[in-house]
């Protein structure tokens, strides 16, 4: 009998520790399954409020099965595919009652419809848009469960069918003067000549001004999101992490660096309001100046004490010039530099302080970058020809750090190398030459990276080399 019962709460704990994941388990789980969660992803979420607390087993935290996988997936499909902030995302979970399947369920079906190629972007926008505005309750017209009684609507009161329905019955397509169409959306009618958020028309071809606006936006993202990206990657490689001001460097192990992400979210909300341009979409659209850090604590007798070192990336981007199709803002000088090491500088701390400025940095301040007995910077930037370029204040001990706020991997530079080399209309001429030093700077390149690229063209056109004519150091397409 007590055997008996011994096996029965035996496998009952096997049971319950089954249904029970640690980070790294879910972080295998979540790669399998396409929407790959890393363990730091993991603590940065719980300790941001997305997440629930973890439970322990022995030391180690976890978190149920069958409550985390879902809620995984629906942050995977808010987030990168339906650009949803942390913020909103955040504010939907901690709403969330009952089953958290309910809702990835939805979103899948949310995803499936909205990336028909059958449907119009303005529809799938709209689609997406009324979802979440009916969740969080900020609905205008409140067609579904409750008819037209504001507040939020609970996952199951979400019925995606009926907006699908709205689409086909209450949506049409009309013509302006000109014979454009235009979409008139389910929620009220609207004047031909109507705007969607932004500013943008409805429908039609946007004029040359607008392509080159939205570029200007989507650029602006795009490098945000990759500087940010490569700097975590950066620094996860990195095999010793130099202290100043401890005199000494620490070995990069697990658990050492904990990044902690900011996104201010609220930021870019006010100045879209004070400009008269707030709304969902552009909000979304726009990059949101988001930062990154790393602190470096010292250990002592009764816990962790004060960092003595900060190591920081940081995007710069005019968004109020972006947000309201500004002539195009300036490059930013030194005053924009201060500004933020004030703003991260910690005492007692070192401060080593990327920025990278989507709008460019006046020249001045990349001949002589702000240093001072606490802080060192290195300021990143674009060209048009999708050079990334470099400068800095960083000590000798410190330069071990540069290549983290490198946007590019060694394979993209030298491929960008290679298309360079063979494009160059220079270089295109039988004959023509260049020297390699202006091609270097002209580029944002390193000799290394040029060796490398040289032995790929090579294979394609063995007329090009580099030689030496009267001193100087070229690259040269031979004649024949």
């Not at 980070?23 to 399954?33: D, F, G, N, V």
């Not at 409550?67 to 955040?90: A, Q, T």
């Not at 995606?160 to 929620?187: C, K």
């Not at 910077?377 to 000798?396: F, N």
């Amino acid at each position: 009998m007590a055997e008996s019962r011994v096996e029965r709460i035996g496998a009952q704990l096997s049971v319950e520790a089954s249904d029970l994941l640690t980070y790294a388990e879910i972080e295998e789980l979540t790669t399998e399954r396409g929407y790959p969660t890393s363990v730091r992803t993991l603590r940065f979420y719980v300790n941001e409020g997305v997440l629930p607390t973890p439970v322990k087993r022995g030391n180690v935290p976890v978190l149920p099965r069958a409550e985390i996988l879902p809620l995984l997936f629906s942050i995977h499909l808010m987030k990168s595919r339906f650009g949803r902030s942390l913020g909103e995302i955040r504010g939907l979970l901690r709403a969330l009652r009952g089953d958290p399947g309910l809702l990835a369920e939805k979103l899948g079906l949310l995803y499936e419809e909205s990336t028909r190629s059958d449907r119009h972007r303005v529809e799938r926008d709209w689609l997406v848009a009324t979802f979440f505005e009916t969740l969080a309750g900020t609905c205008t017209d409140y067609p579904h469960a409750r008819a037209g009684e504001p507040g939020p609507r609970a996952v199951d009161e979400v019925i995606i069918t009926e907006f699908l329905d709205d689409l086909t019955r209450r949506a049409e397509w009309s013509t302006d003067d000109a014979g454009s169409p235009i979409w008139l959306s389910p929620d009220a009618a609207r004047e031909p000549d109507d705007r969607e958020p932004g500013g943008r028309p409805t429908s039609g071809a946007p004029s040359e001004p607008e392509r080159a606006h939205e570029q200007r936006i989507e650029r602006a993202r795009e490098e945000e999101e990759r500087f940010l990206r490569r700097f975590e990657r950066n620094l996860e490689k990195l095999e010793r992490i130099p202290s100043p001001l401890e005199k000494r460097s620490h070995v990069n192990r697990p658990g050492l660096i904990d990044l902690q992400v900011d996104d201010p979210y609220q930021r870019v909300v006010d100045v879209l309001k004070e400009v008269g341009l707030y709304d969902r979409e552009l909000l979304e659209r726009l990059p949101h100046d988001r930062g990154a850090h790393f602190s470096l604590p010292r250990g002592g007798l009764f816990g962790k004490k004060p960092p003595r070192l900060i190591v920081a990336a940081l995007v710069a981007s005019p968004i109020r010039d972006l947000a309201t199709r500004g002539g195009g803002a300036g490059p930013l000088d030194a005053r924009a530099v201060e500004e933020r090491i004030r703003a991260h500088a910690r005492p007692g701390a070192f401060l080593v302080l990327g920025v990278h400025s989507t709008s460019g940095w006046q020249e001045s301040v990349l001949r002589a970058p702000p240093r001072g007995e606490r802080h060192a910077v290195v300021l990143v930037e674009r060209s048009e020809q999708g050079a990334w370029r470099r400068a800095h204040s960083l000590p000798e001990p410190l330069q071990a750090l540069l290549p983290v706020f490198d946007p590019e991997t060694l394979e993209e530079k030298v491929q960008r190398a290679f298309y360079a080399l063979l494009e160059d209309p220079e270089l295109r001429i039988p004959g023509g030459h260049v020297e390699v030093e202006s091609f270097l700077d002209r580029n944002g390149l390193t000799r290394d990276v040029l060796a490398l690229a040289m032995k790929q063209v090579t294979q394609e056109d063995s007329r090009l080399r580099i030689t030496e004519i009267s001193g100087r150091e070229l690259l040269k397409r031979d004649r024949f």
